[in-house]
Nanobody
């Protein structure tokens, strides 16, 4: 059974930092590209960052230079380091992986940036 669980969301002030974690099980983690998405209230879910099996990250233009995606294959965990947070970063953040067996999502973790 595939399970993905996000953690680390919180209420933070503008300019602050957070690190999100996503622990995965039931997948061959080291062979899986992983991604973070977010969905703000009333908006569509959008891709924030993706990391390849080799550790290369790709980012949405809105977060480039502020967010960093990384992975620890031994811990089967993907991270999203978020710096210089802005009110527009407020959203539920979801972990995702797309494999030949299916498209898997975690339940999400809330990030709120207050001004």
């Amino acid at each position: 059974q595939v399970r993905m669980v996000e953690s680390g969301g919180d209420l933070v002030q503008v300019g602050g930092s957070l690190r999100l974690s996503c622990a995965a099980s039931g997948i061959n983690f080291s062979l899986s590209a992983m991604a973070w998405y977010r969905q703000a209230l009333g908006k569509q879910r959008e891709l924030v960052a993706r990391i390849t099996t080799g550790g290369s990250g790709n980012y949405a233009d809105s977060v480039k230079g502020r967010f960093t995606i990384s992975r620890d294959n031994a811990k089967k965990t993907v991270y999203l380091q978020m710096n210089s947070l802005k009110p527009e970063d407020t959203a539920v953040y979801y972990c995702n992986t797309l494999t030949i067996r299916g498209d898997y999502w975690g339940p999400g973790t809330q990030v709120t940036v207050s001004s």
